[in-house]
């Protein structure tokens, strides 16, 4: 919808450069997905790896000082419904974005965009590996989604996931360190109503809010990032047992 604001943005950093191109990737990806066949097999098997994740991090999830964190992780970093107006809205607010936020901000949201996009693209890669095996998503068991997983042409794609959920955690938790950010999200809610951007001043209060309440980030972006490099190589070398991992992890 917005796509023309987005080529037309005239843009002068490194940083303002790889947001807008990787912004352009998203919503190109995300007309295609709409329109793919198996795209309601997409959403099923995004609900079976959030579960799968709560599973394998449930101290974590059920911990009160992460709790809040990886709930926001998983339903609005990892959200494959429900967000196409959020999604409109920073393509439509890109050309503002550009203007007045530093290059450090512009990074982090590259990267939440990037996280985004390349899980959603491995989630339809999963589907159409599903369909290709005669496999259904609504039915999916742990040695089901390992057989299609070691089908999968983007490992690289899987380690860069797991790498960006690092470097977004640790940029996020700089920035609600500093308390002029809630207050400025606090005084920006009306006019952000006014604007019609009420979706996403929500999605960054909520992150803000999330992340202020976590106890030491950085201890959980570590186990998470351990554990589910864990995982990937359990999966690809046939462990029988590839979600249940030694308890020093």
């Not at 191109?21 to 998203?26: A, E, G, P, S």
């Not at 890669?125 to 039915?139: F, H, I, V």
């Not at 980030?217 to 030694?246: A, D």
Request: hydrophobic share 40%; proline share 4%; net charge negative.
């Amino acid at each position: 919808m917005y796509r023309e604001r987005l080529v037309a943005t005239n843009v002068q950093s490194d940083s303002a450069r790889r947001l807008q191109q990787l912004l352009l990737d998203y919503h190109d990806f995300r007309q295609h997905k709409a329109a793919h066949p198996l795209l309601e097999h997409t959403f099923l098997i995004a609900d079976w790896q959030a579960e799968r994740l709560k599973a394998t991090h449930a101290d974590l999830y059920q911990h009160p000082g992460y709790h809040t964190g990886l709930e926001f992780l998983l339903t609005d970093l990892y959200a494959p419904a429900g967000m196409t107006r959020r999604d409109d809205n920073i393509d439509r607010v890109f050309p503002k974005m550009v203007k007045w936020l530093p290059d450090n901000l512009l990074d982090t949201f590259a990267g939440l965009v990037e996280l985004n996009l390349i899980t959603q693209q491995l989630d339809l890669e999963l589907a159409e590996l599903c369909q290709r095996q005669e496999l259904s998503p609504a039915l999916m068991t742990t040695a089901g989604y390992c057989r299609v997983f070691r089908e999968s042409q983007r490992l690289e794609q899987r380690e860069r996931q797991i790498e960006l959920v690092a470097e977004v955690g640790q940029q996020l938790d700089r920035y609600v360190r500093n308390r002029t950010l809630g207050w400025l999200l606090a005084m920006s809610r009306a006019p952000a109503e006014m604007a019609d951007l009420t979706d996403l001043h929500s999605f960054l209060h909520r992150g803000y809010s999330a992340f202020r309440k976590m106890d030491d980030v950085e201890l959980l972006i570590e186990r998470l990032v351990t554990r589910e490099k864990r995982v990937m190589g359990n999966i690809l070398s046939g462990h029988p047992e590839p979600f249940v991992l030694p308890g020093d992890l």
